[in-house]
């Protein structure tokens, strides 16, 4: 366990010296911990060594779920049109500077994939359209884009080209599928190369899904 801001990070490495990285957010209520099994699910062997990072998320108190405190990126209001702006952008500075440390450990931008599910996909899609250097990809797992109306002003030039991985649960009762396919017509719109994947699950990651994603990782980290 390490530290980067105000983040404890869980590290692990496939091999010494990683050639490239995958910074992987967690979704609501959970931790770092629930996506490390990924590491031995996903065959990178043609990329060489990969660290991957998984940022726990400070606990606050959640609105929806009456104010109990609980792991999260950002509040969540009953009304979901009114989002947490305070609350990303807090956590987007928090994601910057684990993006920064890997840049300083010797990973470039170029060879780092921002990944997420859930709220940890919308803090995924928040920071990396934004981050000033050229991301080597982008992934979004059942989750949704925040703080849209800003996207066109805000969004950065260096990652107007960086390849979008958009997947979700056709069943899904937490986060809507209808939810998802928004965000990826908005993304199309302003020009981001999107590939959607939607499956037939709930809430979660399937098998078929990490076989597609780890397609698409030796595609853009190759």
């Not at 998984?54 to 509040?75: E, H, L, Q, R």
């Not at 080209?161 to 958009?166: D, E, N, R, S, W």
């Not at 965000?183 to 098998?207: F, K, N």
């Amino acid at each position: 366990m390490s530290e980067s801001a105000n983040l404890s990070l869980i590290e692990l490495e496939t091999g010494p010296g990683p050639r490239a990285s995958i910074v992987l957010m967690h979704g609501l209520g959970a931790d770092g911990n629930d996506f490390v099994p990924l590491v031995d699910e996903l065959d990178l062997g043609a990329v060489g060594p990969v660290r991957f990072v998984f940022p726990n998320a400070p606990s606050i108190p959640v609105t929806i779920n009456g104010g109990y405190i609980m792991p999260a990126w950002y509040d969540i209001a009953p009304d979901r049109a009114r989002e947490d702006e305070a609350g990303l952008r807090r956590s987007r500075a928090a994601i910057e500077a684990v993006l920064a440390r890997e840049a300083a450990r010797g990973i470039p931008p170029e060879r780092t994939v921002l990944a997420g599910f859930s709220q940890g996909c919308a803090m995924a899609l928040l920071t990396g359209l934004r981050h000033g250097q050229r991301l080597a990809g982008i992934v979004g797992m059942s989750g949704y884009l925040p703080l849209a109306g800003t996207l066109a002003a805000e969004r950065s030039e260096a990652n107007q080209a960086t390849p979008i991985f958009l997947a979700h649960g056709r069943q899904d009762d937490v986060i809507a599928v209808e939810r998802s396919l928004a965000t990826r017509d908005a993304l199309q719109a302003l020009g981001y190369r999107v590939q959607w994947h939607d499956y037939p699950m709930g809430h979660s990651v399937c098998a078929q899904e990490v076989a597609d994603l780890n397609r698409w990782l030796l595609d853009v980290l190759a």
